[in-house]
């Protein structure tokens, strides 16, 4: 089935680290996919040392979409389809059969992600055995058509709206 955490709350990555560990503790095998976050966090050293779990994200930290070059978008969309690439091998050839891909709304809906590649794991995502994990803001129409699990997260208040800035071990 295909899963979506949408929303502009906080806990969209969280919960699918969660589920990530989860799978993993059941002996499924997982590829932990992060689009549009270049920054370390807490989270990824722990995935890191399991061996049913491979993350894939890009190592680079980029601006904000709003302060990217165009050859900025262009360097990260060919990032972001490599990953897509590995993602989809790993699903057709390696055995994956949970995908979490986080913050995929976000490089579809800015078009930093080929939308075919996409789709054709969405379609393995089909399959009895296998799961796809989507997260992010504000995903498309087509993202939302697809999910067989939707669950959105709404923020009420933030810290980071009173000038907090993001902490280690608890948002970093």
Do not use: W
Not at 17 to 39: D, E, L, N, S
Not at 45 to 64: G, H, K, N, T, Y
């Amino acid at each position: 089935m295909i899963q979506l955490y949408h929303g502009d709350g906080k806990g969209k990555t969280t919960a699918a680290v969660g589920a990530a560990i989860r799978a993993a503790g059941r002996r499924r095998t997982v590829i932990f996919a992060q689009f549009m976050k270049g920054r370390e966090s807490g989270e990824l050293s722990v995935l890191r040392q399991l061996e049913q779990i491979r993350v894939l994200r890009c190592d680079q930290a980029f601006p904000f979409f709003r302060d990217m070059s165009d050859r900025e978008k262009a360097e990260l969309s060919v990032i972001h389809n490599r990953i897509l690439e590995e993602v989809l091998t790993g699903l057709r050839e390696e055995g994956a059969n949970f995908v979490v891909l986080d913050e995929i709304t976000h490089a579809c809906r800015l078009a930093l992600a080929d939308h075919t590649l996409l789709e054709q794991i969405l379609d393995c995502g089909r399959s009895p055995d296998k799961e796809i994990l989507l997260t992010g803001r504000k995903p498309t129409e087509r993202l939302l058509e697809v999910s067989d699990y939707i669950t959105e997260m709404l923020c009420i208040r933030h810290p980071f709206e009173s000038g907090v800035p993001a902490r280690h071990g608890v948002e970093l």
